[in-house]
C-alpha cells in the first residue's frame, strides 16, 4: 500500500469533466450547479438576441447565484459570447459605411456608425473592467492548479524513488563512493563542497512555476479569503509587477509582489509584500475587511511560504498610514527591512504601536521575523493599510 509522505496523496478527488474538486461538499456544488446551467439550456436560446446579456446579468446580480468554479466557468462563457456579439455589431456598422447605397449612403453610413457607437459602449459598459477581471480569476486559478498538481507528482516521485528502487540509502552511498578511486573518506569529508555555496533545493509545488517565470519568489494564502496567489519580485524595480502579471503580460491588477530590497536566503527580519487594493476584492483588495476587528480575529493566520521554506505567520497589527514625502524626517514602515540592533526594533515597535488600529498588545520582540502587507487605501490622501505579522514558531 502507497503511503505517501503527506495526506494530499491519499484524498479521494471527485471529478465532473475537465473540473476537479477535492472535496464532496465541493463536489455536490459543482453538481447543482451543472442541473442549473442545463435547465437554463433547456429553457431559453442562448443564441437569441438579448438572453445571453439578461443571464449574464441575473448571474452578476446574484438573482441566478452559483456556487463552484463550473458556474464561475459558464458566466465567463456568457461573457465570451456577449463580446463576439458586440464585435460582430461592429463589424456590421463597419460593413454598412463601406457599402455606397446610392441617395441612401448618408442614412446607411449614420446607421453603421451608430452600430459602432453602440457596440463600443455596451462592450465598454458591461465588460471594461468585469470581464478582465474574470479572465485573471481564470489565470490565478490555473496558477494555483499548476502549483498543487506538482505538489502532488513531486510527492509520489519521492515514495517511488526512497520505497520501489529495490536499494537503500547506505547502498547508494557506498556506490557514489566507489566511484570516486583514490579519494579517502577523510579527504571527501574536508574537501569543501560545491553544493554548501549553492541556495537549496525548490520546494516542489513551485519547481515548474520558477522555470516557467524565474521571478517567483513565492506564494502567499489567507484561509477563509480570497487571497491566494504567487508572490512575485523584480530584481529593477518595485515598479513592474504593479501593472504586470505571472505572464509578465500587462495587467491592471498587476501581481502580489515582495520588495526588490529583500532577500529571503539571507533572511531579512521583516518582508514586505504589495499589491493593489482592487474594487473586485483581487489582489489585496479584501484587505479591508481586516478594519472590522472581528474579521481581523477569525482570518490572522497566514500561509507564506519563499521558495525554500513552508511558513506560517500571525497578523498581530492592523494598521493605517500615508506615504510621506522623501524630504520629511518621519517614520516609514515600508522602509523597515532590518534592526540593526534592539533600540532600533524598539523604535519600530513604537512606531507601530502608533499606527496600529486596534489595543491589543503588540506582541513582537526583537530578532522575530516578520512580513507586511501593504495596500492603498483611500481614508486619506496616499493613505496605506498595512497588516504585521510575526513568524509562527516552528514553521
Not at 514586505?272 to 489582489?283: F, L, P, R, V
Amino acid at each position: 500500500m502507497l503511503q505517501s509522505n503527506s495526506d494530499e496523496t491519499m484524498k479521494k478527488i471527485y471529478r465532473i469533466g475537465r473540473f476537479q474538486f477535492d472535496s464532496y461538499t465541493e463536489y455536490k456544488k459543482g453538481l447543482e450547479d451543472v442541473k442549473k446551467i442545463k435547465y437554463i439550456s433547456d429553457e431559453v436560446d442562448i443564441n437569441e438576441q438579448g438572453v445571453a446579456l439578461r443571464l449574464y446579468t441575473l448571474i452578476r446580480q446574484k438573482d441566478i447565484k452559483f456556487q463552484s468554479v463550473i458556474g464561475e466557468d459558464y458566466l465567463l462563457y456568457l461573457s465570451d459570447l456577449l463580446a463576439d456579439d458586440y464585435k460582430e455589431l461592429a463589424d456590421e456598422g463597419i460593413e454598412s459605411l463601406a457599402v455606397d447605397g446610392g441617395g441612401s449612403g448618408f442614412p446607411r453610413k449614420i446607421a453603421g456608425i451608430l452600430c459602432i457607437i453602440t457596440a463600443i459602449l455596451c462592450f465598454g459598459y458591461f465588460f471594461g473592467n468585469e470581464y478582465l477581471d474574470y479572465r485573471k480569476a481564470r489565470e490565478v486559478k490555473e496558477l494555483q492548479a499548476s502549483r498543487e498538481t506538482s505538489k502532488a507528482a513531486q510527492y509520489i516521485a519521492d515514495y517511488i524513488n526512497k520505497n520501489l528502487r529495490g536499494e537503500t540509502e547506505e547502498e547508494v552511498e557506498d556506490e557514489e563512493f566507489l566511484a570516486q578511486p583514490g579519494v579517502s573518506m577523510t579527504e571527501q569529508e574536508t574537501e569543501p563542497s560545491v553544493e554548501e555555496s549553492e541556495p537549496p533545493p525548490i520546494l516542489p509545488e513551485y519547481a515548474a512555476l520558477h522555470a516557467e517565470n524565474p521571478d517567483l519568489a513565492g506564494w502567499i494564502k489567507i484561509p477563509g479569503t480570497e487571497i491566494d496567489y504567487p508572490v512575485m519580485q523584480s530584481l529593477d524595480s518595485n515598479e513592474y509587477y504593479l501593472k504586470h502579471n505571472f505572464e509578465k503580460e500587462e495587467d491592471k491588477n498587476g501581481s502580489i509582489f515582495m520588495d526588490m530590497r529583500n532577500q529571503v536566503l539571507d533572511r531579512d527580519d521583516n518582508l514586505m509584500i504589495y499589491g493593489h487594493n482592487m474594487k473586485s476584492g483581487m489582489m489585496f483588495g479584501s484587505l479591508g475587511e481586516y478594519l472590522d476587528e472581528t474579521y481581523w480575529k477569525n482570518h490572522k493566520r497566514i500561509q507564506f511560504h519563499t521558495l525554500y521554506d513552508r511558513e506560517e505567520y500571525d497578523i498581530i497589527a492592523v494598521c493605517l498610514a500615508k506615504v510621506e514625502y522623501q524630504d520629511d524626517d518621519v517614520f516609514r514602515y515600508y522602509d523597515f527591512l532590518n534592526a540593526e540592533d534592539e533600540a532600533a526594533f524598539a523604535e519600530y515597535k513604537k512606531n507601530i504601536e502608533e499606527l496600529k488600529v486596534y489595543q491589543d498588545e503588540l506582541d513582537i520582540n526583537y530578532g522575530d521575523k516578520l512580513i507586511t502587507l501593504s495596500t492603498c487605501n483611500y481614508y486619506i490622501e496616499d493613505g496605506r493599510l498595512f497588516l504585521v505579522a510575526k513568524k509562527v514558531d516552528g514553521t
